[in-house]
């Protein structure tokens, strides 16, 4: 059923039905999973929560913003009071559209003139509407509606105003005949003698809808009896929350502590749920680029750089500033960005220049004597759950770091197949297949590690990129340990790691042209600015 049939049922429904008053998404929330069947949209709360009065303030089309936002928290019915259908037939028509449009269930008129004012103030004053009038509007609403099951109540303030019964009943059957699919009879006695005596008289003509919020006190089983099919509870969860917001303004307020009002108030996890918190952090697991997956990022930055002799006097090649931030800080908010927060930097020369709040250190004391294997290797325990070493003295594009991320396999480089554009010493890679510009080509392996001087078979160059998925992290971890027991580890470099991978596990390749750039000279440093 959608929502124009849910509504329509708990008018016609032979039992007598409940609906609540919500003015916003959350409260609107809490009416459902309080487990009434419909929500009132009620005039009077929705402008009191606006802070302004029951009198067409706000305009309609600021309330519709609000309804939409009721409508897509909940999957029960909203029947909104729509006051006097705020103008003529004409302004009643596109209302009804547009309430459908955001899945409104159906709107309650009442017989007054516009601009309106609550009933319940200087009700006598008020001016009715022309029956002929008011039934045009009930016509105009009725052939303008596209679902055979929205609903247009029309509410009588006959007794209100104080034109009496008759007046109410002639009204009332006007309206029916016009086309309204109930009448709302409202009363602001404090007793039920006016619905008494209003349902003595129509009898089971047509549904009838009121609403009791001065005449509370009356049993419900009364208005059962009476033949009465929908209660609107109209203003209950706004005045509770007033109640309860002010004391807590207060008693904040004057005790300057949160210590009197935290356990009486809903937890911030309460809101979350009603929020629908879970929704999203499921929605993100698979959506976000990650596919939500947690990395433990491990970034070496332990050398100097010695390359780069000026610029790495007093900080380590990794704290060099392109664009006035350190060449380590657009790793980190690259990896922020993509949700990874588990950072370790490994840090040696000039270490006192690298500490931050969103990373944590460790120390390569030895760093003259080893290279960046040695690093990982003191990273170690580190390594967890799924892994991304970087070398820090790169910078890259984010792009590597999402290709590499939600690229296949469970160990995986980026590798640049643009080999020609330097002369100096690269981490040549072979690879089962040469780089082609099918952007979707797969099953791409590391198929050698080479020597510095072997770029003719090269495929390309590591880009200092690797990720290791939580499958592989066993073996890569044992392979790691096992070279660092040989002699000679101290000289290793994170290739020699990926060389002796190979026959234990396939290392996926992502290729590159570009994207990065590796800062080793003066003409890299010229190039890094304008990255
Ligand atoms: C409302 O809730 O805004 C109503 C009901 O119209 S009453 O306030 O009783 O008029
Ligand atoms: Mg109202």
């Known amino acids: 059923m959608n929502k124009c049939q849910k509504l329509r049922q708990l008018i016609t429904s032979p039992e007598l039905e409940f609906i609540c008053e919500a003015h916003n998404g959350i409260s609107a929330k809490i009416v459902e999973e309080a487990g009434f069947k419909g929500i009132w949209a009620s005039g009077l709360t929705l402008s009191a929560s606006l802070g302004v009065r029951d009198s067409n303030e706000a305009s309609w089309t600021q309330l519709v913003e609000i309804l939409e936002f009721m409508s897509d928290a909940t999957t029960i019915p909203i029947l909104l009071d729509g006051d006097t259908g705020y103008g003529n037939f004409n302004n009643m028509r596109r209302l009804v559209q547009k309430l459908e449009q955001r899945d409104i269930a159906g709107v309650c008129i009442e017989d007054k003139l516009f601009p309106k004012t609550n009933s319940f103030i200087n009700s006598e004053k008020q001016p009715l509407a022309s029956i002929d009038e008011f039934c045009g509007k009930i016509k105009a609403a009725k052939d303008v509606q596209h679902d055979e099951n929205f609903s247009v109540i029309a509410r009588t303030e006959a007794l209100i105003a104080g034109w009496g019964l008759r007046e109410s009943l002639e009204r009332a059957e006007a309206y029916r005949r016009a086309g309204a699919d109930a009448i709302l009879v409202h009363s602001k006695k404090n007793n039920p003698s006016d619905i008494e005596a209003f349902m003595k008289e129509w009898g089971d003509r047509h549904p009838v809808v009121i609403v009791p919020t001065k005449y509370y006190s009356t049993p419900t089983e009364r208005f059962r009896e009476l033949g009465v099919s929908l209660i609107i509870w109209a203003n209950h969860l706004m005045r509770s929350s007033v109640k309860v917001m002010t004391e807590t303004a207060q008693k904040i307020a004057q005790s300057e502590s949160l210590t009197a009002v935290e356990d009486a108030i809903a937890p911030v996890s309460e809101l979350f749920r009603l929020q629908g918190a879970k929704e999203l952090q499921i929605a993100e697991k698979k959506y976000l680029p990650t596919r939500g997956k947690e990395y433990t990022a491990v970034i070496l930055a332990a050398s100097r750089g010695e390359e780069l002799f000026e610029f790495t006097r007093d900080k380590p090649k990794a704290m060099i500033e392109i664009n006035k931030s350190p060449v380590l800080s657009w790793t980190i908010d690259i990896l922020n960005s993509i949700e990874i927060k588990n950072i370790y930097v490994v840090r040696g020369y000039k270490k006192e220049t690298i500490s931050g709040p969103n990373f944590k250190t460790i120390d390569n004391d030895n760093y003259t004597q080893t290279k960046d294997l040695y690093?990982?290797?003191?990273?170690?325990?580190?390594?967890?759950?799924?892994?991304?070493?970087?070398?820090?003295?790169?910078?890259?594009?984010?792009?590597?770091?999402?290709?590499?991320?939600?690229?296949?396999?469970?160990?995986?480089?980026?590798?640049?197949?643009?080999?020609?554009?330097?002369?100096?010493?690269?981490?040549?890679?072979?690879?089962?297949?040469?780089?082609?510009?099918?952007?979707?080509?797969?099953?791409?392996?590391?198929?050698?590690?080479?020597?510095?001087?072997?770029?003719?078979?090269?495929?390309?160059?590591?880009?200092?990129?690797?990720?290791?998925?939580?499958?592989?992290?066993?073996?890569?971890?044992?392979t790691l340990e096992q070279l660092a027991q040989k002699d000679g580890f101290e000289g290793l470099s994170v290739p020699d790691l990926l060389g002796a991978l190979l026959g234990k596990s396939r290392v996926s390749v992502m290729y590159t042209r570009g994207g990065w750039i590796d800062i080793d000279d003066i003409a890299d440093y010229g190039e890094a600015g304008r990255f």
């Open 375 to 478: 690093s990982l290797y003191l990273a170690k325990d580190c390594l967890q759950g799924n892994c991304i070493v970087i070398y820090g003295d790169c910078l890259y594009k984010k792009h590597l770091f999402t290709d590499l991320l939600e690229g296949e396999g469970d160990i995986k480089i980026v590798v640049d197949a643009d080999v020609t554009r330097k002369s100096r010493p690269q981490d040549f890679v072979k690879c089962t297949k040469p780089y082609t510009n099918d952007f979707y080509s797969r099953n791409i392996y590391l198929d050698q590690v080479l020597q510095e001087d072997d770029s003719e078979r090269a495929s390309g160059e590591w880009s200092g990129l690797l990720a290791v998925e939580s499958a592989s992290l066993p073996v890569f971890k044992e």
